[in-house]
């Protein structure tokens, strides 16, 4: 009888969800969207996770991923607006539907889950810069430390309950603490963490050791990985 974990067709799911607006000063707002993660993939550490990311940071990471994946034409973004209103709904549900198709699209190109930019910016808290140089070898800390030190969330949306309970409202920007059409809401996301405390020590590293992650070697011990 064949072994069902071997039948097992892997899966990588993500969620663009949870509008929520900040305030930089007294003229500067913007808007930053939760992007969950669940997948069985060996490609990934984690097989489930949420961040918070903001349309530029997007824009960071499709620039990079068109750098070093040239024969690969990558989806497009929704479009960047310079009268984007952060008091529309529908503004806002139309651009994080956007991002949502985006990251479905790269994320079912194997070459791309080679870059360990996409999995910083799907499974860490640090910003561009530090991404960057994370990528390229130049902080203390690995592409592998750099994920397994964000914390993963407590509840997480499954497939099911996303498929049944999805729900097409979303709060206003203001107080926006639910999810839109996307999901379910896990509540306010946990403040973003100081990305520049990595002295401490990883006890734990997840060992990869099928064929299949062969793809994935970004992840590897090696911070030079791109």
């Not at 969330?153 to 107080?175: A, G, L």
Request: proline share 5%; aromatic share 10%; with cysteine.
């Amino acid at each position: 009888m064949e072994n069902p974990n071997f039948m097992k067709k892997e899966f990588v799911s993500v969620w663009v969800r949870d509008p929520q607006v900040h305030k930089e000063d007294f003229w500067q707002k913007y808007v930053t969207y939760e992007i969950c993660l669940h997948t069985n993939s060996m490609c990934f550490r984690k097989k489930t996770s949420c961040v918070r990311r903001r349309y530029s940071e997007f824009v960071w990471l499709r620039q990079k991923l068109q750098n070093n994946a040239l024969l690969i034409e990558l989806p497009k973004l929704p479009p960047g607006n310079p009268f984007f209103n952060l008091n529309s709904d529908f503004q806002i549900t139309q651009r994080m539907q956007g991002l949502q198709q985006f990251l479905e699209v790269v994320l079912q190109t194997p070459l791309l889950l080679s870059d360990s930019r996409l999995h910083l910016f799907l499974q860490s808290q640090l910003s561009i810069a530090k991404m960057d140089a994370c990528a390229q070898g130049q902080t203390h800390y690995t592409v592998a430390q750099a994920i397994q030190r964000r914390v993963a969330y407590t509840r997480f949306p499954v497939e099911e309950q996303h498929q049944e309970d999805s729900k097409t409202c979303c709060d206003s920007d203001c107080e926006s603490t639910t999810s839109s059409d996307l999901g379910n809401s896990l509540g306010r996301a946990t403040p973003v963490e100081d990305d520049s405390s990595y002295n401490e020590s990883f006890s734990h590293e997840f060992q990869v050791t099928t064929p299949e992650a062969e793809l994935c070697s970004s992840l590897s011990s090696s911070p030079s990985n791109q």
